[in-house]
């Protein structure tokens, strides 16, 4: 039962773009819209977007599982993200824009 979990929520995963990391073509670190630090982070999470990003988007951050944790408006080209609902673990942060397309995914760390 539990490598039928495992698979299908590494399948679900990997259909909802959780396996991309940036769209774009070129070199990866040339594309990448977002710089986030401190990767772990423990009570905050910093992120600071390369270049200005549509009035509508959305950051939304799931946990390793695939579970929806939280979703925040973009209003500028940085955000801190308190961590205090977050408990220690994997998650994956997904950039959308107003239309709702993925404009990168990552992943960071919660080490309390």
């Known amino acids: ?7 299908l929520v590494f ?10 990391k940036s769209l774009g073509t070129g070199n990866a670190a040339e ?3 977002v710089h986030f630090f401190p990767n772990p982070a423990s009570a ?15 950051i939304q951050f799931y946990s390793f599982l695939g579970r929806k944790v939280s979703s ?13 609902d977050f ?3 994997i998650y994956i942060f997904q950039v959308r824009d107003a239309s709702g397309r993925l404009l990168e995914s ?3 760390q919660v080490a309390k």
């Open 1 to 7: 039962m539990k490598k039928f979990v495992a698979i």
């Open 11 to 20: 399948a679900t995963l990997a259909q909802a773009g959780f396996a991309q």
């Open 31 to 33: 594309s990448k819209l």
């Open 44 to 58: 905050f999470i910093n992120f600071e977007f390369k270049q200005p990003v549509e009035r509508g988007s959305v």
């Open 72 to 84: 925040q408006a973009i209003n500028s080209n940085r955000l801190t993200i308190n961590l205090t």
């Open 87 to 89: 408990i220690t673990g």
């Open 106 to 108: 990552n992943k960071f």
